[in-house]
């Protein structure tokens, strides 16, 4: 006699276990996604890649999506079924040898529903649920898709304010933010922006951590836009008014050369966000460490897009200090500009220290105001190489304000201890 165990694990992934003596059989499946609607483990004997025995059953005949091809009709190959292509996609030999023995199952099914969440965010990219937090399928929020070269990369949607937004796995890099119905780019993204992985995405909004700047043992801004991140899910969040994307990097998963240089266990979170209001990014790091504290430092590297930024102005810089890379790091301190804005006439690289939450830029030829609105980042920087040697060709187009920690040594982490910072971008 079959006992058949249902759980739903937080993600709202639906997984079913069935059980005939010792035999296991487990059938996970993602309903209503775009592109895969079943992960089906079954019959593979000694070779699952659950590291468990599994029945010779036939898949339930009531779950009509699930696809199962194989060799002499006695032993399957688990894999997705791709509704998009309309075509079986089986486990590859390199997930297989990813996967194996993860753990073992329970007479519960519980642990069955933590191996299936896992087996697929892998075979998935990350994305394991087909449910928001609201009840909505997550590609009414958005769906992952190849982006430019191939690269993985989360499309938002905002169905009420038109907005779109792509967020590449690669450096979890924003590389476009279209609001105002969605018909206006607000993000610069560089004619010479590579996207193979070989560095960084030039333009968008790049992580910079754990380390912003060049003042330390890492790559200049840190590793955090030099690797792959994980996608953990994509849902309606805010009753249903906004949709979200959330991606993941662990310690583990950064190169040991990095590692090397920046030897902390951490975890960090990135959740970029569509609402009513605009584009909100924040970013969540966790020390892992159990006897020690992390420090960083950190910056969300907004290029954000101007028609011409020598006619543009900045509000909020009005008396503070800043570090001015330009001029061998001096400390200085800003003029009271808090009428006219402040104008961008030259090349400029600072950090100012405390700045206030609440920032603007006008754009004096597009007739726009972009507002800026940071919490956790204390700091904030502005730059723009201004055609100097290096300089982007389309310099002009761009100006950089970004939401940092930096100055007073950045951000102390004590053991299990954790640290957020979010900035919310809204056009007028």
């Known amino acids: 006699m079959r006992e058949r165990a249902l759980r739903e694990s937080s993600s709202r992934t639906a997984v079913l276990v069935l059980r005939t003596g010792q035999a296991k059989e487990l059938l996970f499946f993602v309903p209503a996604t775009n592109h895969y609607s079943m992960f089906v483990v079954c019959g593979l004997s000694s070779s699952c890649p659950l590291g468990v025995r599994t029945s010779r059953q036939r898949c339930c005949g009531s779950l009509r999506q699930a696809r199962a091809t194989g060799r002499s009709g006695s032993q399957w190959t688990p894999g997705l079924w791709d509704r998009k292509k309309g075509a079986y996609v089986p486990l590859s030999l390199g997930l297989r040898a990813k996967l194996n023995n993860p753990g073992q199952g329970d007479a519960s099914g519980t642990r069955f529903t933590d191996l299936a969440a896992k087996l697929a965010a892998e075979l998935t990219g990350g994305k394991a649920s087909g449910l928001s937090e609201s009840g909505v399928p997550s590609d009414e929020a958005g769906c992952l898709v190849d982006g430019r070269n191939g690269l993985p990369c989360v499309r938002l949607k905002n169905e009420q304010t038109k907005q779109v937004a792509d967020v590449y796995l690669f450096g979890a890099c924003v590389t476009s933010w279209k609001a105002r119905q969605g018909t206006e780019e607000m993000l610069f993204l560089s004619e010479e922006a590579v996207f193979d992985r070989s560095k960084p995405i030039r333009g968008g909004i790049p992580i910079c ?85 992390m420090p960083f430092t950190a910056a969300l590297h907004n290029y954000l897009r101007v028609r011409d930024v020598s006619k543009i102005r900045v509000f909020g810089y009005d008396n503070l200090e800043y570090l001015d890379k330009m001029d061998a790091n001096t400390m200085k301190r800003e003029e009271s500009v808090l009428l006219s804005g402040l104008p961008v006439e030259a090349a400029v690289d600072r950090v100012y220290k405390n700045a206030p939450d609440e920032m603007a830029l006008f754009d004096m030829v597009a007739l726009t105001v972009m507002k800026i609105d940071k919490r956790g980042f204390t700091d904030c920087t502005l730059w723009n190489p201004y055609g100097q040697q290096g300089s982007d060709p389309d310099w002009q187009k761009f100006i950089c304000i970004e939401p940092a920690v930096f100055h007073d040594k950045g951000v102390e982490l004590k053991p299990n201890e954790s640290w957020t910072g979010y900035q919310e971008l809204s056009a007028e």
């Open 209 to 293: 951590f754990p380390q912003f700047g060049s003042d330390g043992a890492l790559p200049n801004h840190g590793f955090a836009r030099n690797v792959d991140w994980k996608l953990r899910s994509i849902d309606m969040v805010e009753n249903g008014t906004a949709s979200r994307c959330v991606l993941m990097l662990s310690s583990e998963e950064v190169p040991s050369h990095y590692r090397d240089l920046f030897p902390f266990k951490f975890s960090a979170e990135y959740a970029v966000t569509l609402n009513l209001r605009g584009l909100r990014c924040e970013l969540r790091i966790t020390n892992l460490e159990t006897d020690r504290p």
